[in-house]
């Protein structure tokens, strides 16, 4: 019976064709010459300068983070727990947004007001603070992005900040700003209304610079307007660094050491634990001439 031609070879019959050079690992490499793209790769930025805060080195803090909705405000508000924390800091947590309780979901007994009523919760966050200046205790609080219950006390009591400082407590303040203008509002509300700690911040978060860009750029337009001026010379500047992983991390809902360790389930991939490695490292150089203000 003649052959069905129809049927495709068997490779093991093909030949490879004549002068083919077969692959082989760690071969002589073309003695040609290699050429130099270094020049072309964009030049890598320098870290920024570590600014020097207040000393407050003995003094029990009543920290609050606040800002416009996505800067950043509880990504810092947990580095600064965890900080606390592992350094064997026995702060109390406070949400004070009633709206979102995004802060409460990483740590247990985070306390939060009972109601939603704009004059309630102002008189929550003012018997707390008059919790910790009895107890010398010291607490983080969360205000919530569009915060007006610290406003709100600081325009029926000018000089609140004054008078925490006289009771022996040390208020502390950071302003999270991404890099529009608008950013600085909360932050000149609060310094019109005569709340302006001898410990305040503003932290310039790097989640909205543009891959390729650089922080003068990124921020230009921030920094360019006389509302940063006047911020600038009561505040020191502090830069946030991107956290790449922050998605995978905050899926898993778990600790940044947690994350970095592997000892989250599931843990992280290799390429996200590092890039949480990396982010922890610079934040504790970038936030290291205010680490006095972290209880």
């Not at 930025?45 to 996505?70: C, H, M, N, Y």
Request: glycine share 6%; with cysteine.
């Amino acid at each position: 019976m003649a052959a069905d031609k129809s049927q495709p070879t068997p490779m093991a019959n093909v030949s490879k064709p004549s002068g083919a050079t077969p692959y082989r690992p760690h071969a002589a490499k073309l003695a040609t010459h290699t050429a130099d793209i270094t020049h072309l790769a964009p030049p890598q930025e320098p870290e920024p300068e570590v600014s020097q805060g207040v000393d407050l080195t003995g003094w029990a803090k009543i920290i609050f983070a606040a800002g416009r909705g996505k800067t950043g405000k509880t990504t810092l508000l947990r580095w600064l727990t965890e900080t606390s924390i592992l350094n064997g800091g026995t702060p109390i947590l406070a949400d004070v947004d009633p709206s979102n309780a995004t802060f409460s979901t990483y740590f247990t007994d985070v306390a939060r007001p009972d109601t939603d009523n704009p004059a309630g919760v102002a008189a929550w966050l003012q018997e707390l603070i008059e919790y910790c200046i009895n107890q010398r205790q010291s607490a983080l609080i969360d205000l919530g992005g569009g915060d007006t219950t610290l406003r709100s006390l600081a325009a029926e009591m000018p000089g609140l900040a004054t008078h925490i400082e006289a009771a022996g407590m040390a208020p502390v303040m950071f302003h999270l700003t991404g890099p529009q203008p608008e950013d600085l509002l909360p932050a000149l509300t609060l310094a019109a209304r005569g709340f302006t700690p001898m410990a305040q911040a503003l932290v310039f978060n790097e989640y909205a610079i543009e891959p390729g860009s650089t922080r003068e750029r990124a921020f230009a337009r921030l920094t360019a307007c006389d509302a940063y001026a006047s911020l600038a010379e009561i505040c020191v500047k502090l830069w946030m660094p991107r956290l790449h992983a922050a998605e995978a991390v905050e899926a898993r809902q778990c600790s940044f050491a947690a994350a970095r360790d592997g000892i989250n389930i599931p843990p992280l991939g290799l390429f996200d634990a590092a890039r949480v490695r990396v982010w922890l490292d610079s934040m504790e150089r970038r936030f290291a001439g205010v680490r006095s203000w972290i209880p």
